[in-house]
């Protein structure tokens, strides 16, 4: 480098010019990204904030502080809410990960038309959200719905059952359509995870007399370990945000039974155009997935170490 | 440990057949090398013997017991996998006691057994890595001390060291080889690397096709190639081919004229040719010197490697020649060359390739 230098003193100038233009260059490239994310994340972030300290309506806003999340914060009605919002994830991101588990396992053996069932399991992903969700009201449905005419026909009930009628049933019904809608894509992803993992493993373990389920335990599950715990952050966050299908199902009824977090802030922002007290809504959910995102990456971490290759 | 008998397999995969009936009997504590190349069906004879593959037909016997239809684990053999199949997320230690925990073996003896194939394999100090943090010639040794721990009857290695660099290739050559005498064990190995087979085996089995072209001890396929496929796959360079006519032969000899009109008399038993029949003359590039009086060729390409100068030439009318000559052999590129071969030396293959077999060979080739 020293002998270059000094070779070339006045050629200083050329890498400078190459060094300015290189960042230019940079900037352009990302450029129109950054206006991208200004304009559709930043900025709208920052008014949500804004308006979260704000009694805004349709006549206009007023600064009122912290007046939004102390009422947040102080109401009984709130914290169900965030109880059921989180029961309502956890339920169902454990349904579809056990059923994408059973679901990839299935479509990875080696069965005779298996490349049509793996077409099978697309649908419910690829329909559009809300046709396939008029789909569970026409099955939920008490007097039409093939459910409760089945439960009748069985001597189960022994009349018309709503099943988005009744709190409980309501809330377990979105459940099962919400599973509906997230497990395919848990299940080709894990059968994409399951795909990697080398033949070789298997027939080392097969020749060392491990059986079906040894081999499941000890080689499918901790190969695709990292796989299953990014899939089920995903998950959780796609599930915690989840809107149209509750929205279409029940509007977040019976008497709130299925409102969650998200519910809750459209119904209170949108419907209701209290556009202060939805911010500040919206604020808190974004602050609880930051902490879930938080936590999870730490047990990625933790995972990534158990069972990665280092 | 136990002797390991194949009895007439045949393999087909759908309408193709890949081995057709192979009978080969495997002494105990020998080590087999099958080699052949790509696509010969070395690795599915080798799978069938796992249990990995099932044969169309015939029988397995691994010490005297019929395991044809048995499962990998009671037919006692372990193998060691081309890709290692090493589990990465497990540790070395964990590696190897696998196919121990499998048999839900008592935690002490399990140790025993770990903590002595990583002694037999220097593995001690890295019992506690994972996979991903050894070398490949450590990965190996992990391999292989996965199938030590359950001392099984045979050994079976599908070409375990196709991945490694040539230096390290080398070194593990002779690791095996110690390991093979220090388990007194019966191994089966699969390769399509002849100097890997020429060093190691105490018996070759050539494949080509899926059929058996020889079985034999290294030195025997060296000298007395029973094809004219064994001839030229065993040896390094290839043996030279070079087709000639038969002009006069008889049980102690045969006359021919080599392409270019060079003549010889080669020491071969020669009832099964005739006068004018066509033939191919096996001439080993090492045997070959340079003198007057032998057959002309003219130097393409030189290599000189130090020791030796590999020198290739073309003779007659265009056949592909190659010499091995002393390092410091006055040749030159471009240059016409007379070279002799002793006839002793020579081969002779008809026309369905397979040998005459000659009269004198050294006497290693008998025994080994």
Redesign the interface.
């Known amino acids: 480098m020293t002998e270059i230098s000094q070779a070339l003193p006045s050629g200083s100038a050329m890498p400078r010019t190459k060094t300015l233009s290189e960042a230019v260059f940079a900037w352009l490239l990302i450029g129109p990204a950054m206006l991208f994310i200004a304009v559709i994340v930043a900025w709208p972030l920052a008014e949500t904030i804004r308006l979260s300290f704000m009694d805004a309506g349709l006549g206009g806003e007023e600064y009122v502080g912290l007046a939004n999340y102390q009422e947040l914060v102080e109401s009984r009605k709130f914290h169900q809410t965030i109880i059921r919002t989180f029961y309502w994830m956890f339920l169902s991101v454990a349904l579809k990960l056990v059923l994408g588990l059973i679901g990839a396992t299935l479509l990875n053996a080696a069965v005779p038309g298996r490349g049509l069932f793996r077409v099978l399991v697309m649908p419910p992903w690829i329909i559009p959200m809300a046709i396939g969700m008029f789909g569970w009201l026409w099955l939920y449905n008490g007097y039409f719905g093939i459910l409760s005419g089945t439960l009748m026909t069985l001597g189960i009930t022994d009349g018309p059952f709503e099943f988005l009628a009744y709190k409980q049933s309501a809330f377990y019904s979105a459940v099962v359509a919400d599973v509906w809608v997230g497990t395919p894509m848990v299940t080709l992803f894990f059968l994409a995870a399951m795909q990697g993992v ?1 033949r ?2 298997y ?8 059986g079906r389920w ?1 081999r499941f335990r ?2 499918t599950i ?2 695709i ?1 990292p796989v299953i715990v990014s899939m089920s952050l995903l998950s959780a966050i796609f599930t915690f945000n989840s809107f149209e299908i509750i929205w279409i199902l029940t509007e977040g009824g019976p008497r709130g039974a299925t409102t969650t977090l998200i519910v809750d802030t459209y119904k209170t922002a949108i419907s209701n155009f209290k556009f202060g007290e939805g911010s500040a809504r919206a604020v808190i959910i974004v602050i609880l997935l930051g902490i879930f995102a938080l936590l999870y990456l730490n047990v990625l971490k933790f995972v990534n170490r ?5 | 440990m136990a002797t390991l008998e194949l009895m007439s397999i045949s393999k087909s995969f759908g309408s193709a057949k890949v081995l057709h009936d192979i009978s080969l009997a495997i002494r105990d504590k020998e080590f087999v090398v099958f080699v052949g190349p790509s696509g010969c069906g070395k690795s599915t004879l080798l799978r069938i013997i796992a249990g990995l593959e099932e044969a169309t037909s015939g029988q397995i016997m691994i010490g005297g017991e019929d395991v044809s239809t048995a499962h990998p684990v009671d037919r006692g053999i372990s193998m060691v996998f081309q890709s290692y199949a090493l589990y990465p997320h497990l540790s070395v230690y964990e590696n190897i006691a696998f196919p121990l925990r499998v048999q839900k073996m008592e935690k002490a003896e399990l140790d025993t057994r770990v903590q002595q194939a990583a002694s037999i394999l220097q593995l001690t100090d890295k019992l506690q890595l994972k996979p991903g943090q050894l070398s490949g010639g450590q990965r190996q040794r992990v391999a292989i001390g996965r199938s030590i721990v359950r001392n099984p009857k045979v050994f079976l290695f599908d070409e375990p060291l196709s991945n490694l660099d040539a230096a390290l290739r080398g070194d593990m050559r002779v690791e095996l080889s110690q390991l093979h005498r220090s388990l007194d064990a019966t191994m089966v190995y699969v390769t399509h690397d002849q100097v890997e087979a020429m060093t190691m085996a105490d018996r070759i089995v050539v494949l080509n096709g899926g059929h058996v072209e020889q079985f034999g001890t290294p030195m025997e396929l060296y000298h007395h190639p029973r094809t004219k496929f064994v001839a030229s796959f065993i040896g390094q360079p290839n043996m030279n081919l070079i087709p000639a006519t038969v002009s006069a032969a008889d049980a102690t000899g045969v006359k021919v004229t080599l392409t270019g009109g060079h003549e010889m008399v080669l020491p071969v038993e020669g009832g099964r040719v005739a006068k004018g029949d066509k033939v191919e003359v096996g001439i080993r590039p090492e045997h070959v010197q340079i003198g007057d009086g032998g057959f002309p060729i003219s130097v393409n390409v030189l290599e000189r490697l130090g020791g030796v100068s590999i020198t290739y030439g073309t003779l007659g009318d265009g056949v592909r020649f190659c010499a091995s000559l002393p390092g410091d052999a006055a040749v030159e590129e471009g240059q016409p060359l007379a070279l002799t071969v002793s006839p002793e030396d020579c081969h002779v293959f008809d026309a369905s390739g397979d040998v005459l077999r000659r009269m004198s060979a050294p006497a290693i080739a008998a025994n080994g």
């Open positions: 080398s070789d493993l027939e080392a373990a097969w020749v060392d007399g491990a040894y000890r080689i901790p190969q370990m158990k069972y990665g290759t280092k």
